[in-house]
Antibody
Framework: QVQLVQSGAEVEKPGAPVKVSCKASGYTFTGYYIHWVRQAPGQGLEWMGWINPNNGDTNYAQKFHAWVTMTRDTSISTVYMELSSLRSDDTAVYYC??????????????WGQGTTVTVSS | DIQMTQSPSTLSASVGDRVTITCRASQSISIWLAWYQQKPGKAPKLLIY???SLKSGVPSRFSGSGSGTEFTLTISSLQPDDFATYYC???????FGQGTKVETK
């Protein structure tokens, strides 16, 4: 079945980077954009951007474009989201999600289980 | 920037109730709207896309309607498994509403 499996929880100090992975299975990896969405404790959903696994093209939300990088490794059907220079308000659950249309930005039909990133000194 | 506003923020209801959640866009988004359900500690799940298309496998008691700037999610007869938070999303701008929590009355 279609599945996205994310890497485990991370605890980082302010100013450090973090890299979260999302491994896809059960479908053609290069046929669907992958989105990243985060959710701070007790808050709503915030879209961060997407990556086209077919060619590596990315589109980042304006808020994140200065410090987020999304990459992919097609040989292992995995996408990565890296945030540089973490702040305490980056503490959140980070989700990857598959695009429902395929190679076009739209709704998100399959979600990873989430990765908790805690930023604490 | 497009703003998505859901109402109410919290809704108290009982099993069997008909429940309606509204999502308003600050400008027209045609029918490019999705609804998600999220339970505590879990990832969101897609319920509806293109304003009224039910995702395969989602119970038919869920329905969506609307176009332009006003949309609704309706649960025709609330079931115990439906107590959760619901989010709308404009997928032109990838903007989410702030969420509506459906809790027991």
């Amino acid at each position: 079945q279609v599945q996205l499996v994310q890497s485990g929880a991370e605890v980082e100090k302010p100013g450090a980077p973090v890299k979260v992975s999302c491994k896809a299975s059960g479908y053609t990896f290069t046929g669907y954009y992958i989105h990243w969405v985060r959710q701070a404790p007790g808050q709503g959903l915030e879209w961060m951007g997407w990556i086209n696994p077919n060619n590596g093209d990315t589109n980042y939300a304006q808020k994140f474009h200065a410090w987020v990088t999304m990459t992919r490794d097609t040989s292992i059907s995995t996408v990565y989201m890296e945030l540089s220079s973490l702040r305490s308000d980056d503490t959140a659950v980070y989700y990857c999600a598959r695009d429902g249309f395929g190679l076009a930005a739209s709704f998100m039909d399959v979600w990873g289980q989430g990765t908790t990133v805690t930023v604490s000194s | 920037d497009i703003q998505m506003t859901q109402s109410p923020s919290t809704l108290s209801a009982s099993v069997g109730d008909r429940v309606t959640i509204t999502c308003r866009a600050s400008q027209s988004i045609s029918i490019w709207l999705a609804w998600y359900q999220q339970k505590p500690g879990k990832a969101p799940k897609l319920l509806i896309y293109k304003a009224s298309s039910l995702k395969s496998g989602v119970p038919s008691r869920f329905s969506g309607s609307g176009s332009g700037t006003e949309f609704t999610l309706t649960i025709s007869s609330l079931q115990p498994d439906d107590f959760a938070t619901y989010y709308c999303q404009d997928y032109n701008s990838e903007t989410f509403g702030q969420g509506t929590k459906v809790e027991t009355k």
